[in-house]
């Protein structure tokens, strides 16, 4: 297992990974939470992958650099799932990846993304890839009824979380979201290799 997230390489022993990818980095927002996820699970043999987007405002080259990320991960690392994990423009950028990537993608995970290129996408999902999907009720930036959009056009297993009064950048809760993050990815990967 893995999580793929920008600029940094975590790895360790299993062979599932998460992929985290965002406009910004992640680690400069929700307290550095994607860094403190991918440390807090490579202790438990999920390997961590942080990419950096070459052109954060283009959806489609930021998902090729996703595809990019998912492909070292499967044919260098060995990886037999993969999770996902976007923040805002990432949200797409994760979803559109995961439908490419059907074979290998087990889980989504998005964090204040956008309904462009989300919303109608996320239905073209594997069936059985699950898919949380986080917002904070105060973000200026994206409305949380972007998450709700995509949310109720996800197959099961899916769940949304608004975040009351939190912003964009989902500071204000954390901690929270890293417990609730880190719990589904540990599920949703964990459950796909247990014999």
């Known amino acids: ?11 360790s022993v299993r062979r599932c990974d998460l992929c985290n990818w965002g406009r910004r980095w992640l680690g400069n ?4 939470i ?9 202790r438990i043999g999920i390997d961590g992958l942080r990419v950096r987007y070459r052109h954060p405002n283009d959806l489609l080259e ?14 260098r690392r060995g990886t037999k799932g993969i999770g996902l994990v976007g923040h805002s423009l990432g949200g797409a950028v994760v ?14 995970v998005t964090l204040d993304t956008q309904s462009y290129g989300a919303a109608h996408e996320i239905s073209k ?3 059985g890839t699950s898919a949380l999907i986080i917002h904070g009720t105060n973000d200026k930036v994206l409305p ?3 998450s709700e959009q995509v949310y109720q056009n996800a197959h099961e297993p899916k769940q949304i979380v608004l975040c009351e009064g939190v912003g ?28």
């Open 144 to 146: 949380h009824s972007c």
């Open 29 to 32: 927002s929700c307290n550095g």
């Open 62 to 75: 930021s998902i090729f650099d996703v595809l990019a990320g998912v492909a070292f991960l499967k044919e």
């Open 125 to 127: 999902l594997k069936q």
């Open 1 to 11: 297992m893995s999580i793929l997230s920008s600029h940094h390489t975590y790895y």
């Open 34 to 42: 994607i860094p403190r996820i991918c440390t807090s699970l490579a």
């Open 95 to 108: 979803i559109q990846a995961a439908v490419k990537a059907s074979d290998i993608v087990t889980t989504v």
């Open 168 to 195: 964009h950048g989902l500071d204000e809760a954390s901690e929270e979201i890293y417990g609730v993050v880190c719990g589904w990815l540990l599920n949703k990967l964990l459950s796909q290799h247990i014999p």
